[in-house]
Nanobody, 130 residues
Framework: QVQLVESGGGLVQAGGSLSLSCAVSGRTFRGYVMGWFRQSPGQEREFVAAVNIIRRGGGTYYSDAVKGRFTISRDDAENTSYLQMDNLKPEDTAVYYC?????????????????????WGQGTQVTVSS
């Protein structure tokens, strides 16, 4: 098991930027596919982005809603995943969750389902004002 702790959420105006971090402790971080999801009130949890393990290339994949504005990354030396969010829109307002999956795949476009992730952080609120 691993423990995940998100940080970096907050309130920002439309067009602004925020950077989220996900610190992971416990078992070996480098073996986990890392994902970010978000959930708005009354909505299902939604896939945002994923990054593969480095030894499988560290490839990334994004939802269409955030492609070109968000960047996911990982630092295995720091056991941390990041989500850089630029050009934020009011519709990006949600609780953002990081998640870790023991998943063997060469392409994280196949890692979009929340059910594939066995470990979750507590979430951090992101609010974008218009």
């Amino acid at each position: 098991q691993v423990q995940l702790v998100e940080s970096g959420g907050g309130l920002v105006q439309a067009g602004g930027s925020l950077s989220l971090s996900c610190a992971v402790s416990g078992r070996t971080f480098r073996g986990y596919v890392m994902g970010w999801f978000r959930q708005s009130p009354g909505q299902e949890r939604e896939f945002v982005a994923a990054v593969n393990i480095i030894r499988r290339g560290g490839g990334t994949y994004y939802s269409d809603a955030v492609k070109g504005r968000f960047t996911i990354s990982r630092d295995d030396a720091e056991n941390t995943s990041y989500l850089q969010m630029d050009n934020l829109k009011p519709e990006d307002t949600a609780v953002y969750y990081c998640a870790a999956a023991l998943l063997i795949t060469d392409d994280v476009k196949f890692a979009q389902s929340a059910r594939q992730y066995s470990n979750w952080g507590q979430g951090t609120q992101v609010t974008v004002s218009s």
